[in-house]
């Protein structure tokens, strides 16, 4: 059965502080990994993995894939408390005979003053 | 990306009554597709709204219950029907732009309380 793990489910942290959110998964066909900042409804698109080792960054935000491990991460440096949100974790199989993104159960970040 | 436009944006609703949600779009997509989101859970895809045919609907998903319509390439709607307390969940379109494309971008969702 595919799946999606992230982990941690929840994290507090201060301002400033530096956060790295997890992402495991296990699909039978696999064509790229996409982070996606959620603040209230509708989540936002962050970035989208397709090679092992490559980091996509944007600013205080980077992104790296192990497909040799089946793991990404989400880091985030110099936290502000605009950054507190739920950032999910999805793999897109699609274009393999599957048709939609298999979500993770996101990682709920607070980031206080 | 595409501006994707969702409504009602969220909606008290009665049990047993109906509510009908709009997705609309700034350009032609090629795939469109509904989401649930359940109170701290992650997003459930409910089904592919195809153009000019009947949806393609996951597991679990009926269209009975779950009715989507997508007369172009721009517009589509998923109604909730017969509403229960357990219906209760964030709603979100979702679009991808062009054919081969990864990138999925969402509406801005609807959040949904059935009393």
């Known amino acids: 059965e595919d799946k999606v793990v992230q982990s941690p489910l929840s994290l507090v942290v201060h301002e400033g502080d530096t956060v790295t959110l997890n992402c495991s998964y296990e699909?039978?066909?696999?064509?790229?990994l996409l982070w996606y900042k959620q603040e209230k409804k509708a989540p936002t698109f962050l970035f989208m993995l397709t090679s092992s080792g490559i980091e996509k960054k944007s600013g205080r935000l980077s992104s790296i894939l192990d497909k040799k491990e089946l793991f990404s991460i989400l880091n985030i440096t110099a936290t502000q408390t605009g950054d507190s949100a739920v950032y999910l974790c999805?793999?897109?199989?699609?274009?393999?005979?599957?048709?939609?993104?298999?979500f993770g159960t996101g990682t709920r970040l607070t980031v206080i003053p | 990306s595409a501006v994707i436009s969702q409504k009602p944006s969220r909606d008290i609703c009665q049990r047993g009554t109906s509510l009908t949600i709009q997705c609309q779009v700034d350009?032609?997509?090629?795939?469109m597709f509904w989401y649930r989101q359940q109170p701290g859970q992650s997003l459930t895809l409910i089904a592919t709204a195809n153009q000019g045919s009947e949806a393609t609907y996951e597991s679990g998903f009926v269209i009975d219950k779950f009715p989507i319509s997508r007369p172009n390439l721009t517009f589509s709607t998923l109604t909730v029907s017969n509403m229960s307390p357990e219906d209760s969940s964030i709603y979100l379109c979702?679009?991808?732009?062009?054919?081969?494309?990864?990138?999925?971008?969402f509406g801005q969702g609807t959040r949904l309380t059935v009393v």
């Open positions: 979702s679009v991808v732009g062009r054919q081969g494309d990864t990138e999925a971008f």
């Open positions: 999805a793999v897109d199989p699609r274009g393999t005979g599957a048709n939609n993104l298999f």
């Open positions: 350009s032609q997509v090629t795939m």
């Open positions: 699909v039978t066909n696999f064509r790229s």
